[in-house]
């Protein structure tokens, strides 16, 4: 059996979805264009800090979360009119929760070069 890695996974995503700079994020989330989602583990925003006007849907739950006909929906939690913009720690799991989004039949979906890392030198608030 042949197992592909997760870099193979990611990589591969990345061909897929849109790829946005933090600076470019920042925009979207000043003109209220998008929903900026957050999908840390709790304990990652706990220890690191949470982004001022960030969603947090844990990586684990997003499809569930995501998914109008899950029973664990979260019913006005997301403006579905506007972009999804996914972050995590360092880019990796917002890539594959992004293709994750696209695979479901989101449209407007990105997610942030370098996540939380390279944002919070970029002008994002945190709390």
């Known amino acids: 059996m042949t197992i592909k890695s997760s870099q193979n996974l990611v990589e591969e ?20 264009k998008c ?3 957050d999908i840390r583990d709790i304990r990652e925003l706990q220890n690191s800090g949470k ?13 569930f979360w995501m998914d109008p006909n899950s029973a664990y929906f979260k019913e006005g939690k997301i403006d579905m009119d506007k972009e999804l913009v996914l972050f995590c720690a360092g ?37």
């Not at 600076?23 to 209220?32: G, T, Y």
């Not at 992004?98 to 945190?126: T, Y």
């Open 13 to 32: 995503a990345l061909k897929e979805i849109n790829t946005i700079s933090p600076e470019d994020a920042l925009k979207k989330i000043n003109d209220n």
């Open 35 to 37: 929903n900026l989602i």
């Open 51 to 63: 982004v001022e006007n960030s969603i947090h849907i844990p990586r684990g739950m997003l499809e």
């Open 91 to 127: 880019g990796l799991r917002s890539a594959l929760g992004a293709k994750s989004l696209k695979d479901m039949g989101f449209e407007k979906v990105s997610h942030i070069d370098g996540g939380f890392g390279a944002m919070k030198n970029k002008g994002f608030k945190i709390t």
